[in-house]
């Protein structure tokens, strides 16, 4: 099967919310030294400027589905843009502390609402065969912009821009944020989003444009399941029938940031920081990481219709808690700290090449279209929730054990191997609505 011109576009431009997900997510990491200075912040002060955004996205995660559900996935994402562009003009010109926390929290917002819209959107318009691919998608550009953000901010370090560094840093966002709004002007509207609604018939020119000859037989499907769905709708998502679905989105989800993941990218320059790295060098290690990430989540894509979720996420549980346990060394003796680079390097491939490339697939594909939006919201609620706690608490401890964040990020990621191995079910090559009969929710 080949894939339209329509979908590949309406994949594109959906994904690129992950692009600004990922830029916004990590571009603090270029920051932190500078803000604590400038605004005297303390190791707990500093978590929150970190956090703040998290808040909001642990917010917008939340509140993401309603008008997913409501007015539709595409549409419900131009708001997301809206939020985006305020939040880096906002940033740009903060007057002080207090109203930096605040335009950090407003992108967090559109960061949640894009991390359930954007990959709800694309599972719901791409073919069985090429699902995991295309919602990996937005994780790819997730961390396309991880290492834009890197990238933007060795660039912006180079310039010597004094004191009105961090603005120039956290405001150049505005831009893509801005073109994200006007293409999506330039998609249609989800199918099944459609069918829900009773829009049989835009469903269909939505499906013929991205299905091509398969799309009155993909119509039927999701008709007929949508009948089934009528039976259930109603049905709260803390349902017995849910059970499944719920401890898969919550636990994958966990895991993904009781990896350390984000904390580690948002401290990087930190971390580098600690070993005897200087603030350029650490800018250029952290492009490294970024580049990491980006070929190890290609990778990742070209195979996981392929090998499957549940192979790739074991084999990063393996490669992570290794990875993470040699920095747990290298903080608690002092000792080979030449090899902490290659070890961040290392654990950045592993966690690209499974659990960063899985996540989102994973959820969009476990709940059915009556409740998608509301288990979408929960997994990432989950996700930004642990993401907070974790970034928030990191500098503390830290402080008092640079090696102890590391040790309990290796365990938890030897726990993931076992809780992966017996609990998941394989989704690969599944259909959407082949999917409820398999986790026993039709």
Known sequence: MTLSSALIRSTVVAALGGLLFGFDTAVIAGTTAQLQ?????????????????????????????????????????????VLYVASALGCAVAWDWYSLLFF??????????????????????????????????????????????????YLVGLADLGPAEWRWKLGVSALPAA???????????????????????????????TEGNGAEAELQSIVASAKQDDLSRGQPLFSHKFRLPLFL????????????????????????????????????????????NLLFTMLAMSIIDKAGRKTLLLTGSVGTAACLAGVAVIFRSGAHQDLLAW??????????????????????????????????????????????AIAWTFPVIAASSKAAPFVFFAAMMALQFFVVLFFYPETRNVSLEEMQKKLGIA
Do not use: C
Not at 250 to 272: C, D
């Open 249 to 292: 989105a919550i636990s994958i989800a966990m895991f993904n940031q009781l990896s350390g993941i984000n904390a580690i990218l948002y401290y990087l320059n930190s971390i580098f920081a600690a070993a005897g790295f200087s603030k350029v060098s650490g800018d250029l290690q952290s492009v490294a990481v970024g580049v990491t």
């Open 37 to 81: 200075e400038i605004f005297r912040l303390s190791d707990a002060n500093l978590g929150l400027t970190v956090a703040s955004a998290l808040v909001g996205t642990i917010l917008g995660s939340l509140l993401g589905g309603i008008p997913g559900d409501r007015y539709g996935r595409r549409d419900s994402l131009r708001l997301m843009a």
């Open 104 to 153: 950090r929290l407003i992108g967090g917002l559109g960061i949640g609402g894009s991390s359930v819209l954007g990959p709800m959107y694309i599972a719901e318009i791409a073919p069985t065969k090429w699902r995991g691919r295309l919602v990996g998608l937005f994780q790819f550009n997730v961390v396309a912009g991880i290492l834009i953000a890197y990238l933007s901010n």
């Open 343 to 388: 070890l961040l390097v290392g654990f950045i491939a592993f966690f690209g090449f499974s659990q960063g490339a899985v996540i989102w697939v994973y959820i969009s594909e476990i709940f059915p279209t009556t409740v998608r939006a509301k288990g979408q919201s929960l997994g990432s609620f989950t996700h930004w929730a642990m993401n907070a």
């Open 179 to 209: 073109m994200f709004f006007l293409m999506l002007f330039g998609i249609p509207r989800s199918p099944r989003w459609l069918v829900s609604k009773g829009r049989v018939d835009e469903a269909r020119q939505v499906l013929r444009l």
